[in-house]
């Protein structure tokens, strides 16, 4: 995956959810989303982290400070658009693929090569799209090359039991086979693309 131009798959993923979010209003806020146990505001509020958090990361700062969860203020969408516009503006610096990130909130001494750790971040947010998405009762569309490499990445995130422990970024796949690329990339990464109906939530093992 190395010769994938992450940095700009990133920022479409990105500016997809901004888009998303720019139409996000407060009687949103309380809906549920296909994440267990989040709101729309608590999706809201993870995202942000992570932006802050990866962005810091991208200039060396392994701070775990930065990855406890924000507060969004008076404004929660407009408090996730100035997080997503600060990441978009720390990838964009000139050698951040070059650099160790040091991602802190998956382990004190984790550091990864700007590349991958980019990758990480923009599969996040193609799949993070996607959820915010279906909780505001719309759809979301990406180009096939932003699918394909969401694909790629989707495809080596660890399966099986380093999906069960807390605090897991992902929940266990789920069985699909729908034609649907996106479909199969939330899938595998622990949504259903059924959400919400019963038989989705049934087969995640969750309560209808």
Known sequence: MSTIDF??????????SIELAAGVTDADLSKPTPCRAWTVYGLLAHMTTQHYGFAAASRGDGNPEIWKLRELGDDP????????EHVLAAFAEEGVTERLFPLTEFGPDVKVPGHQAISFHFVDYVVHSWDLAKALGTTVE??????????????????????????????????????????????????????PSPVSQSKL???N
């Open 7 to 16: 940095v700009s798959l990133d920022r479409r993923a990105v500016n997809v």
């Open 77 to 84: 969408a407009q408090a996730y658009i100035e997080s997503a």
């Open 142 to 195: 990406f180009t096939q090359d932003v699918l394909d490499a969401a694909w790629s990445v989707a495809q080596i995130v660890p399966v099986g039991e380093a999906r069960l422990t807390p605090g897991a970024a992902f929940g266990p796949d789920v069985e699909w086979s729908g034609a649907g690329q996106l479909d199969r990339i939330v899938a595998l990464l622990g949504r259903s693309p059924e959400w």
């Open 205 to 207: 093992g969750l309560p």
